[in-house]
Structures are given as C-alpha cells and as structure tokens.
C-alpha cells in the first residue's frame, strides 16, 4: 500500500503559525520595555507636571502687560495693573512721586502657588515702569535646581539679566536682578523766589 506524504503545506502552516506567534510576543515585549523606558519614575512625573514660569519673557513686558500676564494665571487682577485697566500716570522724574514711580503689580502671597506648586512669595520691584528685580521663595527643601527650572532658566534664558541665581533668604529663594537700582536723593527748592537748596554750597 502506497505511502501518504505530508504535503509542504501541511507541514508549513504550523511552523509558521508558530514564528508568528513568537514574532507577535517579542514585538509586544519590545513595545512594553520601551513604553516603561518613557515613562519617567513616579517621583519624577509629579515635578514634570509642574509649568516652568517664563521669567525671561517677564523682563521685557511693561507693569500693564505683566499685571494683566498675572491675573491670567493667578485668576485676580491687580486693582490698577489689570487686564484692560487704564495705568497711572508715571512721572518722569522720581521726586516728583517716588511711590508712584516705583509701581507695579504685585503678587499676592495666596495664590502664589498657582505660577508653580513649591512658591510661597514672588516680590516684584518696579522702577519707573520697568522690571527692575523680581525675587522668588519657595518652600523649604527646595534645591536650587528645581528653583532654576521653576523659573525657567534653561540655556541661558535669563542671561539678559543683570544677575539672576539662588538669593540669600530665610527660605529658599531665587533672584533675578534685571537691573541695578537707581539712588538718587531729592532736594526740595525753597518756596521764596531766590532761595538757596538745603545743603548748596555757598
């Protein structure tokens, strides 16, 4: 009685089926190792997850522009540098109203946290309508790495700046110095017609 041989096929299928199914299993181990390698640990994530403020953007933005910038994130608006609020006058010269020349918006202490997660105080300093020093703490702990990134100051994104680095605080802060602050010293003249300046020399 004559021999049946297997057909190719019949032998075939088989293997074939098999080289796909560990094909498929190593393509699906390939994608599960290299979606773990994305993922950064849980530690991680929790600080990546927190925006990086754009200081640098901030230096060039006038107290109008950088109030109304604020009140977009903080969801308050400073009640005279608010979005679409008309500003106050500037005086040119500082001694005719040194509190109004020094302007600008401020950040209020409880929604700090809102601009990044580890703020607790952002001081501003204004000088005749210009961003003159801004001054960031944070909590406690927090390395002055992390307060570098918070601020945003990557590759030499603050280097417009006069001086910007971790400051000497209480807590952990950060400065930047846009630039140096202006002393000057107001002499009052004589209300009578002809009188001399307290202090000219004679």
């Known amino acids: ?19 796909l199914a560990l094909s498929a299993a190593a393509a699906l181990a390939l994608a599960c190792r290299d979606g773990a ?9 929790g600080r990546e997850v927190a925006p990086a403020l754009d200081v640098s953007s901030w230096l060039r933005l ?22 679409g609020r008309r ?14 020349w020094r302007s600008g918006p401020l950040v209020p202490d409880a929604p700090a946290s809102k601009l990044h997660p580890a703020l607790r105080h952002v001081e501003l300093a204004w000088e005749g309508g210009e961003l003159q020093r801004a001054t960031f703490t944070f909590a ?6 992390a307060m570098a990134a918070a601020v945003g100051d990557r590759g030499g994104a603050l280097d417009e700046a006069a001086r910007h680095g971790p400051g000497t605080c209480e807590l952990p802060c950060y400065e930047v110095l846009v630039f140096q602050p202006t002393f000057f010293e107001c002499v009052e003249e004589d209300e009578e017609e002809g009188g001399e300046r307290p202090g000219a020399e004679r």
């Open 87 to 100: 500003l106050p006058a500037l005086p040119e010269d500082p001694c005719e109203d040194e509190r109004a």
């Open 1 to 19: 009685m004559p021999r049946l041989h297997p057909s190719p096929v019949t032998t075939c299928v088989p293997g074939a089926l098999r080289r």
């Open 62 to 83: 006038g107290p109008g522009e950088l109030g109304c910038v604020l009140e977009r994130r903080l969801g308050r608006a400073d009640p005279s540098f608010g979005c």
């Open 37 to 45: 390698a994305a993922r950064p640990p849980a530690s991680d994530a």
């Open 140 to 145: 406690p702990g927090t390395s002055p790495a």
